[in-house]
């Protein structure tokens, strides 16, 4: 079946330092989505990305897309507290997506 | 106020009973899912739903049912059946099935002793 492998499982990283996480498929993806849950919440969608290497920014975050649309990966410059929570990446299948084993996210104030 | 409502937060259970979790919603969305969270894991799709009176099995629909009798409800029914119940439950929706955006309700922590 369909899936969505997501490195790191966890980050741990100095307030002010950037962080990197990275979503690669098995198949090529229609397309992908970034979800963040906070600690003790649920999954808030951020952002989809459609076309073979789009490159897609949200003020610190930045998503990208892969050319051959099995990869993705998002950025965020300069970490705050606020950036804490697991992110996870979802690939679109058929009738539903299939989700990344996320990354946790800890900033160290 | 529009949105996924899902209760209880939190829901305790005795082993061999069976437990119905609750997910509405009012975004007239026609599609709805059941997700299962781990620690350490992300999240599985246990059933989806792409339009009223249909659903559909996802990857560990195994010990679980689904009805989908209304348009804005899709209750999950946790069966004895199920070997490791306790778990984190999450209910989200999409305008159609497929590739579209998912909003999810707050969850609902099963635990199971």
């Known amino acids: 079946g369909q899936q969505v492998m997501q490195i790191p499982q966890y980050q741990h990283v100095q307030e002010g330092e950037d962080f990197t996480t990275y979503c690669n498929s098995s198949?090529?993806?229609?397309?992908i989505q970034w979800y963040k849950q906070r600690p003790g919440g649920h999954p808030v969608f951020l952002i989809q990305l459609v076309k073979s290497g789009e490159v897609k920014k949200q003020k610190r975050l930045t998503f990208q897309f892969g050319e051959a649309k099995k990869n993705s990966s998002l950025h965020i410059t300069a970490t705050q507290t606020t950036d804490v929570g697991t992110y996870f990446c979802a690939g679109a299948g058929a009738n539903n997506l299939f989700f990344g084993t996320g990354t946790r996210l800890t900033v160290i104030p | 106020d529009g949105g996924i409502t899902q209760s209880p937060k939190y829901l305790f259970r005795k082993e061999g009973q069976n437990v119905t979790l609750s997910c509405e919603q009012n975004?007239?969305?026609?599609?709805m899912y059941w997700y299962r969270q781990d620690p350490g894991q992300g999240l599985r799709l246990i059933y989806y739903?792409?339009?009223?009176?249909?659903?559909q099995k996802g990857d560990i629909a195994e010990g679980y049912s689904v009805s989908r009798e209304k348009k804005e409800s899709f209750p999950l029914t946790v069966t004895s059946a199920q070997k490791n119940p306790t778990a984190f439950y999450l209910c989200?929706?999409?305008?159609?099935?497929?590739?579209?955006?998912?909003?999810f309700g707050p969850g609902t922590r099963l635990t199971v002793t």
């Open positions: 975004l007239n969305h026609d599609a």
């Open positions: 739903s792409q339009i009223v009176n249909d659903f």
């Open positions: 989200a929706s999409s305008v159609l099935a497929g590739s579209y955006e998912q909003y």
């Open positions: 198949t090529t993806l229609s397309n």
